[in-house]
């Protein structure tokens, strides 16, 4: 398949290290949101979710953290294995203005053996 | 239970054609987005339907309009091509449209290729 993000910024990790992917959000008013996986030749594959009245969501191997004082979100995966290589977005949305998904730029991961 | 699927996965044109994109949602899904992913970066909202009407648009020009059919399906029509044009079209589903917290489920996207 074709690369996604080819001149993305990139977190190289180790096969059984733990990942953390970082996301700034830009929406004050953003009351959701969402991390997605996306593989080369693949659509967006959904993570996890997090509503704005939570700071932390876990999920199997992965945990969410949101910080709305500084609009900041974070991924974390646990145990990091070969098939977590992609690259990883996260989107905010305002549920009161709609279902319209506003996407950061995205973060490769890469899992060495 | 079948995903968001889309149809075709790519696609080549000339500048000045006109192209239609297709797109299944989820099953029990009842709104459809489209979104634009140029290489390198993260999709972009182009507009979403739900009962058969256009309710939300991005900042894209009049040439994109689509269409929602009974069944919930969903077109994406793009006229006069650019080469800026030139990218991975995505079609989202959920269910519900205001507050209703609920993912987007994502299809893998038709390749659109402008020459």
């Known amino acids: 398949g074709e690369s996604v993000g080819l001149h993305l910024p990139t977190l190289s990790v180790q096969e059984g290290d733990n990942s953390i992917i970082n996301c700034a959000y830009s929406?004050?008013?953003?009351?959701?949101f969402i991390w997605y996986k996306q593989e080369s030749g693949k659509g967006p594959q959904f993570i996890i979710d997090?509503?704005?009245?939570?700071d932390k969501r876990q999920g199997q191997r992965v945990t969410v953290l949101l910080n709305k004082t500084v609009k900041h979100l974070s991924l974390q995966i646990a145990a990091t294995q070969p098939g977590d290589s992609a690259v990883y977005f996260c989107?905010?949305?305002?549920?009161?203005?709609?279902?319209?998904?506003?996407f950061g730029g995205g973060t490769r991961l890469m899992v060495k053996p | 239970d079948a995903g968001v699927t889309q149809s075709p996965t790519h696609l080549i044109k000339t500048r000045g054609q006109q192209v239609t994109l297709r797109c299944s949602p989820k099953?029990?899904?009842?709104?459809v987005s489209w979104y634009q992913q140029a290489l390198g970066q993260g999709p972009q909202f182009i507009f979403q339907?739900?009962?058969?009407?256009?309710?939300q648009r991005g900042n894209f020009p009049d040439r994109f309009s689509g269409h929602q059919y009974p069944n919930y399906s969903s077109e994406l029509n793009v006229n006069a091509l650019l080469l800026g044009d030139s990218a991975l079209y995505l079609c989202?589903?959920?269910?519900?449209?205001?507050?209703?917290?609920?993912?987007?489920?994502f299809g893998d996207g038709t390749r659109l290729s402008i020459l």
């Open positions: 339907y739900y009962e058969e009407e256009e309710r």
């Open positions: 989107a905010e949305n305002d549920n009161n203005a709609g279902n319209m998904l506003t």
């Open positions: 099953s029990g899904h009842d709104t």
């Open positions: 989202a589903s959920s269910l519900g449209r205001l507050n209703s917290n609920q993912p987007q489920h």
């Open positions: 997090i509503r704005s009245n939570m």
């Open positions: 929406n004050s008013a953003s009351d959701y």
